[in-house]
């Protein structure tokens, strides 16, 4: 089926332009002047921005399920007293619940990929697959310094590699995920990197969230993270390292001489009282650093909308200096910096890239009077002005109703998975 | 007419639990078992939270129209270079478009009351009582140490005191509105202070917003700003600081001595890099701090679900403690303090207290699974969840559509203003 998307004004970080879209398949074929009559479905953008979909690179979706249970805690009685315990209950169809939930929400707000580490992947996959979205999954690997342990989690992510790569029309693909440098042995994160460069896998990993992560790691091996991960050859251009929050200029150096990729999750950063990650000196440096909102339980949302807004605020305020982290940098990496570090053809909208495309009604008080395109989607905007959101060629909302899943159904198997959960820890 | 709300879930700083409300004119008069024959109008509140309306102690409402002209700039260049041009070609009706712009977009996200110090304040009163908002507002005053320019600014305000105040059934009442200490000379901030003693009128006052200003004054009176409005006797409970960025302990000790209101703008703050107020510090002194958005310009929108979240996030980050500005804290800035602050029998959802009250919608995915109230109106709420608005007992948003005004026309009208005032610079 052809998608016609017509009187659009279209943004991405190489600018603004009017034009009309024509989708074939999972791909943007045509951009220009269209006749009505090339596309079997027409959507009249008259009023609209078309964006690239904006890219989440690190999620636990999963964990919609724990929103607003604990909030305003020190990190490790949040573990401790909540998280911890509520994840020993987990099951598959927990986890498919949380993760369903979790999909509406990011379509809600207009993202159309994402990267997640959680557990009962293949449950994750299962609702991806049915909500339309596209997504790097993995495992999330703990081992402790424990050798059965290691197998265990090594075995799942294999299992998880086998059943879900390039599940869902190619749209879902397996990433390994070890947890951290200070929950997993220096044998896991070998093992995993080996695989993964054999299979030509990403990798997905907490790297350098909080000082006392830092402390850890320097007691244990006498360097900092990223030192660490250089010294046993774990880095490259297929790790996505997640926060990054402490770095010593040598790292920086490290993670830009391995074009490491950073997710930068202000939003949790911030609420957990971790610290402020330097986005700006990482962008001066031509490191590839996209955004992620985190798990629902630490951000308490997965809007990037948001996100994008904080991030630009939260860079600004720590050089107090207002030209950083402007809103066209932090639109590049919600879209075209995302796009690079999942690997993903899209980012930019260009003949040949997947359809991974939303709408933003400009007809909104808050977007009112139009200006500046890209400011009014970094400021200005919340995830009530997304309208329609398009993921490899297929329609998953027309103006504002969700078409793939019942919406309400999915808001009650959550809120009864939740309960469940609840109840038993 | 009264108005019966059944089966609400209410919710405030005081705690949360379940009723109706029953509305008579402008007052709540009755919470608990009510029977449905005592309603004129009858709303169901079933899935939806009642919350008092938010209340906005800081913006410069026609500013909308400069929404997304200028971002990530120096502040001077900011200034000089886009805003006060376009400030010199304002006018009546420019200001009124701007302020019905600024109503819709606060009722759209759940604000009841507001303090507004801008220009040609009349037309915004006109604006305000069209739309049903409470607001207290003031005419900016800048005399740059020209007697002459004084003189004019506090006819100004004196004109709009005589037309304005008690003006929209009483929901309107003026403030006096002196800029700042560094834009302002001694005389004027002292008969400023003299009139509005006399008259039992607020006064609203930009103090300690950026380094540059601490300077300015220290260089000017060889003191820091509220050590100076202190030692001109300008200060007292009638006071409501905007900012209070860069703060002494001595001055912490003269705003609770004198109690004096401060209005807390953190998007502001960030977005201009201006700096970190100590909020967390001010609050455990027991000093009144509330919530303001700033204008549109410096924002870019007027949503304090927003604001609120921004405002605990970073607070944590900033003494990298998360237990700092607690989601409870910062609803009582955006609420109860807000009322407190600009004299307002509401921020509380009690019998004898003005109707002035938001619905909020929780059958939304990001706020399922329905957990902590409050919570999940800091962190997960956005505008869109937001579904009636009730402000001196007349409903000015039902279901999400505004009663009191045309929205479209709205937009349409500012959209026009936006586009002759930027032709004009």
Known sequence: MSILIKNAKIVDVKGTRKGSILIEDDKIVKIGDIREDEGD????????LVIPGLINTHTHLSMTLFRGIADDLQLHKWLENYIWPLEKHLNEDYCYAGALL?????????????????????????????????????????????EDKMKKEIKESKRI???????????????????????CSEKL???TSKYANKNNLKIHIHVSETREEIKTIKERYGMRPFEYLDDIGF??????????????????KIIKNNNVKISHNPVSNMKLASGISPVSKMLDENITVSLGTDGAASNNNLDMLEEMKIAALLQKVHYLDPTKLSAKDVFAMATINGAKTLGINAGLIEVGKKAD?????VKRCNLTPFRNPIS?????????????????????????????????????????????????S
């Open 41 to 48: 479905k027409i959507i009249d953008a008259s009023d609209k």
């Open 102 to 146: 979790g999909c509406i929400e990011m379509i809600k707000s207009g993202t159309t990929a994402f990267n997640d580490m959680y557990f009962y992947m293949d449950s994750v996959a299962k609702a991806i697959e049915k909500c339309g979205l596209r997504a790097v999954i993995s495992h999330g690997m703990i081992d402790l310094n424990n």
């Open 161 to 183: 590699v086998k059943k879900c790569h390039g599940m869902a029309d190619g749209r879902i693909s397996v990433a390994l995920g070890p947890h951290s440098p200070y929950t």
């Open 189 to 191: 994160l070998k093992k």
């Open 235 to 252: 880095l490259g251009e297929n790790v996505i390292a997640a926060h990054a929050v402490w770095l010593s200029e040598e790292e920086i």
């Open 357 to 361: 495309l939303v709408l933003i009604n």
């Open 376 to 424: 009014h989607l970094v400021y200005s905007a919340n995830g009530y002005n997304v309208t329609t959101v398009i993921v490899d060629g297929k329609i998953l909302m027309e103006d504002n109703v969700v078409q793939v899943i019942n919406e309400k159904e999915v808001m009650e198997i959550a809120e009864n998975a939740s309960d469940e959960l609840l109840s038993k």
